[in-house]
């Protein structure tokens, strides 16, 4: 049995999603971000850096960033197949389009709506607001020309990477103004597997 520890609006939605699609037996464990739950001694033990999500294992091992779990889980449950087999190149070109999204989406999304965060002088703040949303135009952009002729990631084959992309748009949504990265996202929030999930995290 898996737990994962998740809170609304958090990057906990794709291992989720992924958890979900692949039948895994598994868990939620809602973790109170408003009262700060993961900055107590308790959380810390399981994630040193207290951010949300953490994926408890069923060995008791405790895993931390979502991407990683994403892997982990694909890899897990490969007769979902929700990524292409490892050593392929189709594996590599997910691989690359999970990493791009995890490393450099995901983190302009933080810059974008935490600028504060990034800096040391407040009055810099807005400063990296507005070179993340720059970075976020330039990086959904590129995921446009990816997703051409698509409709996923990976042209035919829906995988994992199309989820972590949904969850990304969802907290960028000017990105779904782009015709294939909102057809994409509108494909999957018809899924009622997805949507379900997405009600959880207070995407709708």
């Known amino acids: 049995m898996y737990t994962l520890y998740w809170a609304p609006n958090t990057g906990a939605f794709a291992p989720d999603v992924v958890l979900t699609l692949a039948g ?13 739950e993961q900055q107590g001694d308790a959380y ?6 207290g951010q949300i999500p953490v994926l408890l294992l069923p060995d008791g091992t405790a895993m931390a960033e979502s991407a990683a779990m994403v892997l982990h889980l694909v890899d897990r449950f490969p007769e979902a197949k929700l990524a292409p087999p490892p050593g392929t190149s189709a594996r ?9 999204l995890a490393v450099n989406v995901y983190g302009a999304d933080l810059r974008f709506y935490y600028s504060g965060r990034f800096t040391a002088d407040p009055a810099g703040a807005e400063g990296v607001r507005q070179a993340a949303e720059r970075d976020l135009e330039t990086q959904f952009a590129m995921l446009e020309v990816a997703l051409y002729p698509g409709p996923f990631l990976l042209g035919d084959t829906f995988g994992a990477a199309d989820i972590y992309l949904l969850m990304l748009a969802d907290w ?6 782009l015709p294939h990265v909102g057809r994409l996202c509108a ?4 899924d009622p597997r997805i949507a379900e999930v997405r009600k959880l995290y207070e995407l709708d």
Not at 187 to 190: D, S
């Open 172 to 177: 960028y949504p000017p990105a779904k103004a």
């Open 44 to 49: 810390r033990k399981l994630n040193p850096m």
């Open 187 to 190: 494909a999957l929030k018809e």
């Open 92 to 100: 590599a070109a997910f691989d690359r389009w999970l990493l791009f």
């Open 24 to 36: 895994a037996p598994f868990e939620r464990q809602r973790v109170d971000y408003d009262g700060k």
